[in-house]
C-alpha cells in the first residue's frame, strides 16, 4: 500500500485528503493520504527519512515550502525560481520536489476560461506572499506585457517586484483602483474576502468589459469581489480549481495515475465547504 501525505503547521484546515482520497477511490488504488502537523524545527528530520516512515511521497504546505526545496533535489524550473517546493516525492533513495502552485493557478483558468492568454497586455495583482508570487510566475510564463501589484505593505510589494524583474511594478494599495484601467486580468491574492476576514473595497468600473477577475480565495466559493465583478458583467474564475488542479502531479508521481478536475470532485470539496467553511488551502 503506498502511503502519502499533506504536511504543514497547522494543517487542520488542509483539504487535500479529501481531494487525494476521492482520486484513489476513482481509481481503485489501495492508498492513503495523511494530514500531519510538523512544526519547523522537526520538518527537516521528517522530511529526511519519508522512506523510513513508508511514505512515496506528499505535499508541503504552510510554513514548510522554503524548507522543503532546501531539502529536495529539484529540476523543476519554477521550484528553482519561486525557491518554494509543495510536492516531494522519492526516487530510488533520493528526495525529489517540485513546484505545481503555478500549474495549478494556469490550469485553473485554462479550464474555466479558455483562451484567457490570447491577448493578455496589463495584469493587476492584488497581494504580496508566497501566492502572489506563483501567480506573478505564471502570468509572466503566458506573456503578460505587464503587471500592477499593489499590496497594503507597499514595500512587499516593491521587493516581490524587484525579484521579478522590469515587467512587474508596484502600486500603492490605495491606487489599485486607478491601475485597473486598461487590465485583461485581475487576480486578487490576500486574504481579504475569505469567511472571516474583510471583504475586498474595490472599485471595479476601470475594468474593461472583456476582462477576467479570479480570486484565490475560494470560501466563500463567491467572494465579494467575484460577487462584484459577476454583477457587472465581467468573466470570472473562481479559486477552487487553482486548489484541485495543484494537486493533479503530486498525485501521479505518487499513484502512477493521472487524475482528473471533474465536477464531482468539485463538488465534493464545495459540499465540504459549505460544511465546514474555513478558507485557507
Ligand atoms: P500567502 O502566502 O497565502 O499569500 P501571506 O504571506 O500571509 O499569505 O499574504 C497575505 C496577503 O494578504 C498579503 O499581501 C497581505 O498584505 P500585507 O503584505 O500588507 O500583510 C494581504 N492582506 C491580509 N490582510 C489584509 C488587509 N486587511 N488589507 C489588505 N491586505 C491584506
Same mark, same amino acid.
Not at 533513495?93 to 479550464?111: E, H, I, K, M, Y
Not at 474593461?208 to 465583478?229: C, G, N, Q, R
Not at 474564475?237 to 495543484?246: E, I, N, S
Given at each position: $500500500?503506498? @502511503?502519502?501525505?499533506?504536511?504543514?503547521?497547522?494543517?487542520?484546515?488542509? @483539504?487535500?485528503?479529501?481531494?487525494?482520497? #476521492?482520486?484513489?477511490?476513482?481509481?481503485?488504488?489501495?492508498? +492513503?493520504?495523511?494530514?500531519?502537523? /510538523?512544526?519547523?524545527?522537526?520538518?527537516?528530520?521528517? *522530511?529526511?527519512?519519508?522512506?523510513?516512515?513508508?511514505?512515496?511521497?506528499?505535499?508541503?504546505?504552510?510554513?514548510?515550502?522554503?524548507?522543503?526545496?532546501?531539502?529536495? +533535489?529539484?529540476?523543476?524550473?519554477?521550484?528553482?525560481?519561486?525557491?518554494?517546493?509543495?510536492?516531494?516525492?522519492?526516487?530510488?533513495?533520493?528526495?525529489?520536489?517540485?513546484?505545481?502552485?503555478?500549474? %495549478?493557478?494556469?490550469?485553473?483558468?485554462?479550464?474555466?476560461?479558455?483562451?484567457?492568454?490570447?491577448?493578455?497586455?496589463? *495584469?493587476?495583482? =492584488?497581494?504580496?506572499?508566497?501566492?502572489? @508570487?506563483?501567480?506573478?510566475?505564471? &502570468?509572466?510564463?503566458?506573456?503578460?506585457?505587464?503587471?500592477?501589484? *499593489?499590496?497594503?505593505?507597499?514595500?512587499?510589494?516593491?521587493?516581490? *517586484?524587484?525579484? #521579478?524583474?522590469?515587467?512587474?511594478?508596484?502600486?500603492?494599495?490605495?491606487?489599485?483602483?486607478?491601475?485597473?484601467?486598461?487590465?485583461?486580468?485581475? /487576480?486578487?491574492?490576500?486574504?481579504?474576502? $475569505?469567511?472571516?476576514?474583510?471583504?475586498?473595497?474595490?472599485?471595479?468600473?476601470?475594468?474593461?468589459?472583456?476582462?477576467?477577475?479570479?480570486?484565490? /480565495?475560494?470560501?466563500?466559493?463567491?467572494?465579494?469581489?467575484?460577487?462584484?465583478?459577476?454583477? &457587472? %458583467?465581467?468573466?470570472?474564475?473562481?479559486?477552487?480549481? $487553482? =486548489?484541485?488542479?495543484?494537486?493533479v502531479p503530486g498525485f501521479e508521481r505518487w499513484f502512477g495515475v493521472r487524475p482528473l478536475v471533474s465536477q464531482?470532485?468539485?463538488?465534493? /470539496?464545495?459540499?465540504?465547504?459549505?460544511?465546514? +467553511?474555513?478558507?485557507?488551502?
Amino acid at each position: $500500500m503506498k @502511503r502519502a501525505f499533506v504536511v504543514g503547521y497547522p494543517i487542520s484546515h488542509s @483539504r487535500s485528503p479529501l481531494i487525494h482520497t #476521492f482520486w484513489l477511490r476513482e481509481a481503485g488504488i489501495t492508498g +492513503s493520504y495523511e494530514r500531519l502537523a /510538523v512544526e519547523p524545527a522537526a520538518f527537516p528530520d521528517f *522530511a529526511n527519512t519519508l522512506k523510513e516512515q513508508g511514505f512515496v511521497g506528499g505535499n508541503v504546505t504552510v510554513p514548510h515550502k522554503e524548507e522543503a526545496f532546501r531539502l529536495a +533535489s529539484v529540476d523543476d524550473q519554477v521550484a528553482r525560481d519561486l525557491h518554494a517546493v509543495n510536492t516531494l516525492w522519492l526516487e530510488g533513495d533520493r528526495l525529489r520536489g517540485a513546484n505545481t502552485d503555478v500549474v %495549478g493557478f494556469l490550469a485553473n483558468l485554462d479550464q474555466e476560461a479558455l483562451g484567457w492568454d490570447g491577448r493578455l497586455g496589463r *495584469a493587476v495583482v =492584488l497581494g504580496a506572499g508566497g501566492a502572489s @508570487r506563483a501567480v506573478l510566475y505564471g &502570468l509572466l510564463l503566458r506573456g503578460a506585457g505587464e503587471i500592477l501589484l *499593489a499590496n497594503r505593505t507597499f514595500e512587499r510589494a516593491r521587493a516581490l *517586484a524587484a525579484h #521579478f524583474g522590469p515587467k512587474v511594478k508596484p502600486v500603492a494599495w490605495e491606487e489599485a483602483d486607478t491601475a485597473l484601467a486598461g487590465a485583461d486580468i485581475l /487576480v486578487n491574492t490576500t486574504s481579504l474576502g $475569505m469567511k472571516g476576514q474583510p471583504s475586498l473595497e474595490l472599485d471595479l468600473g476601470g475594468l474593461p468589459e472583456t476582462a477576467l477577475v479570479t480570486d484565490i /480565495v475560494y470560501v466563500p466559493l463567491e467572494t465579494p469581489l467575484l460577487a462584484k465583478a459577476r454583477a &457587472l %458583467g465581467l468573466r470570472t474564475v473562481d479559486g477552487l480549481g $487553482m =486548489l484541485l488542479h495543484q494537486a493533479v502531479p503530486g498525485f501521479e508521481r505518487w499513484f502512477g495515475v493521472r487524475p482528473l478536475v471533474s465536477q464531482q470532485l468539485r463538488a465534493l /470539496v464545495l459540499a465540504d465547504i459549505e460544511g465546514r +467553511s474555513q478558507g485557507a488551502p
